[in-house]
């Protein structure tokens, strides 16, 4: 149960701080003129959030004790096809 909780604030901080980074960018892309720029940064966000969802799923899936190892890799599968299609 320590691990649990200890790993849902682990997964809070970091999607804590990839909202904030998504916000700064937004931030940046409204105040920007140049389309490199602009791209550049949408960029990183399409990579940040499928990122910190795969993260968030591995950290959480490690403190689950109870799971067998094939539902384990059936989420995680489901997670890489979640973000494989979010770039086609």
Do not use: D, H, N, W
């Not at 720029?37 to 990579?47: A, F, K, N, Q, W």
């Not at 899936?61 to 995680?76: A, D, H, N, Q, R």
């Amino acid at each position: 149960m320590i691990l649990l909780i200890k790993a849902s604030k682990v997964i809070a901080f970091i999607r804590l701080i990839t909202g904030s980074v998504e916000i700064i960018c937004a931030a940046l892309i409204y105040q920007s003129r140049s389309p490199k720029t602009i791209i550049r940064l949408s960029t990183l966000m399409g990579v940040l959030g499928p990122l910190a969802l795969l993260l968030g799923l591995i950290i959480g899936i490690t403190s689950l004790e109870e799971m067998s190892p094939y539902k384990v890799g059936l989420i995680l599968v489901g997670a890489l096809f979640l973000i494989i299609g979010s770039f086609i």
